[in-house]
């Protein structure tokens, strides 16, 4: 997900009456976060209970990501609730991305603990 900056309030004072209009119902309804508009199709974040090294790489909202299984190639979904819960519950790397299936993650930890 790329960062998006806040957008220029404009300067034309009927405008800009309609902006702050339009950001107070969305701050109302929790699709603000930190001055970013969440997206109709996005999950809000929580940026501060990310473990994000400064601020530059937190994320202000989640999106479910698709992606393809590196073991057995099939496509999965990584879904906006689990990366709230991986980014802010588990405190997972800001940087990581779905790599494995729920399967082939289940087999890897099987395989990592009888290794041990
Ligand atoms: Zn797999």
Same mark, same amino acid.
């Given at each position: 997900?790329?960062?998006?900056?806040?957008?220029?309030?404009?300067?034309?004072?009927?405008?800009?009456?309609?902006?702050?209009?339009?950001?107070?119902?969305?701050?109302?309804?929790?699709?603000?976060?930190?001055? =970013?508009?969440?997206?109709?199709?996005?999950?809000?974040?929580?940026?501060?209970?990310?473990? #994000?090294?400064?601020?530059?790489? &937190? @994320?202000?909202?989640?999106?479910?990501?698709?992606?393809?299984?590196?073991?057995?190639?099939?496509?999965?979904?990584?879904?906006?609730?689990?990366?709230?819960?991986?980014?802010? =519950?588990?405190?997972?790397?800001?940087?990581?991305?779905?790599?494995?299936?729920?399967?082939? #993650?289940?087999?890897?930890?099987? &395989? @990592?603990?009888?290794?041990?």
């Amino acid at each position: 997900m790329v960062n998006v900056m806040p957008k220029m309030v404009s300067r034309n004072p009927i405008k800009r009456k309609r902006e702050e209009k339009r950001l107070a119902k969305l701050q109302k309804e929790g699709r603000l976060v930190k001055g =970013i508009e969440v997206p109709q199709s996005a999950l809000p974040a929580n940026p501060d209970a990310q473990n #994000h090294g400064g601020g530059y790489s &937190a @994320k202000f909202y989640y999106q479910d990501i698709d992606f393809i299984c590196a073991g057995c190639g099939k496509p999965g979904i990584w879904t906006s609730q689990q990366q709230k819960r991986y980014f802010e =519950i588990q405190k997972g790397n800001i940087y990581n991305k779905p790599k494995w299936c729920h399967e082939c #993650h289940t087999k890897n930890k099987e &395989a @990592k603990r009888n290794a041990a």
